[in-house]
């Protein structure tokens, strides 16, 4: 290739003529036109394993963040995130640490609200960020930022919250029955979220609402699942009981 296209033989360092001539100018030139395919070889092979040792460390990378957390879990591994929610009520099941509150968590960061529970306009404890939620994508139509993340695991400090607000806004336990939720049962404080603050064209994400509710309880919660559902809302809840995945028309979604 050297000789057919740049008229250079790479049979040595210069050309026959000059070999064991003083230097001169032209054997200068003549060294340098035949160091310049060697150099392009040289450097080319440097160039190709630089980017192959690149190349290993990326996927070496990518092999120990995918077997971190989000990306271990069942629900990411499998690949099971392409999920529509076609009907009003979507109940989410499956095995401990399959991912359910993940996505969930996930879902609510889509849509705007406090990871720690709450709406888009409820701001206490630290400041949670989702590790799902900046691969996924969310699109639903007509898009609706209203509503409530509602997780078990933070409830005690959404009623501590609440109970702050209201000695700087007394009307701020209206919107939750009139009364502090500490000062319920653990039950009563849960169905009083969701007779109070729950209305319509809202999006609910509920991660295990049952944890505190008794199977009594639990009929009063499938009877305010049937409200928001005839008041045109979306409600997308991880749970463990029975009698909630038992709920009619319920759309469920094993992981």
């Known amino acids: 290739l050297s000789n057919r296209y740049l008229g250079i033989s790479i049979g040595g360092l ?79 099941v499956g095995e401990n640490g399959t991912g359910k509150s993940t996505l969930l968590e996930a879902i609510a960061a889509g849509c705007g609200f406090n990871l720690s529970g709450g709406g888009a306009d409820h701001r206490f404890g630290h400041e949670r960020t989702s590790p799902l939620a900046p691969f996924l994508r969310l699109s639903w139509l ?7 993340f509602m997780r078990a695991e933070s409830f005690f400090n959404l009623a501590s919250y609440i109970d702050e607000l209201a000695r700087e806004y007394p009307d701020a336990h209206q919107a939750y029955g009139g009364k502090s939720l500490h000062n319920q049962s653990h039950g009563e404080a849960f169905l009083a979220l969701f007779e109070n603050r729950f209305g319509r064209d809202s999006i609910y994400i509920l991660d295990e609402p049952e944890a505190a509710l008794s199977p009594s309880r639990q009929l009063i919660f499938l009877r305010l699942l049937k409200n928001l559902e005839e008041q045109n809302c979306q409600v997308i809840m991880a749970t463990h009981a029975p009698i909630l995945m038992a709920y009619p028309g319920a759309e469920i979604l094993l992981i």
Do not use: C
């Open 14 to 92: 210069m050309e026959p003529e000059f070999v064991d001539q003083p230097w001169t100018v032209g054997k200068f030139v003549s060294v340098l036109q035949h160091l310049l395919v060697p150099t392009i070889v040289i450097g080319s092979a440097g160039t190709a394993g630089m980017i192959r040792r690149l190349r290993a460390n990326l996927l070496d990378d990518i092999d120990q963040s995918l077997a971190q957390y989000p990306f271990s879990i069942l629900l990411v591994k499998q690949r099971k995130l392409d999920v529509s929610f076609s009907k009003p009520i979507t109940i989410i």
């Open 142 to 148: 007509p898009k609706v930022n209203r509503g409530f």
